[in-house]
């Protein structure tokens, strides 16, 4: 094999290379935005079951002083269902 063959295989390959380099640059950049999006999404329902469970706390307390257990069984049921929601968001966000 002549020494221009290997040169221009060898310049063929560093091209092919570069092209290779900037594609998975690329797709690193698309990667880390949908990172912190996705981080960000989890950010923001920490605080959502954060303001959720001190509504609940909140509820409970209501209830254990005014002793309606109706009204707040219901508003209970629907916090722990919002509750295991969010936990199961954060669940799936976390994979």
């Known amino acids: 094999m002549a020494a221009d063959e290997i040169l221009s295989k060898l310049k063929?390959?560093?091209?092919k290379m570069i092209t290779l380099l900037q594609q998975?640059?690329?797709?690193?950049n698309i990667l880390r935005e949908?990172?912190?999006?996705?981080?960000e999404e989890i950010n923001m329902k920490k605080r959502e079951l954060k303001d959720l469970e001190t509504k609940y706390e909140t509820l409970k307390l209501a209830k254990s002083i005014s002793g309606?257990?109706?009204?707040t069984k219901g508003a209970r049921d629907k916090i722990n269902l919002i509750i295991r929601d969010l936990d199961r968001c954060i669940g799936l966000l976390n994979r």
């Open 12 to 15: 063929e390959n560093i091209k």
């Open 24 to 28: 998975y640059r690329t797709e690193n």
């Open 34 to 39: 949908e990172l912190k999006k996705k981080e």
């Open 68 to 71: 309606i257990n109706t009204e």
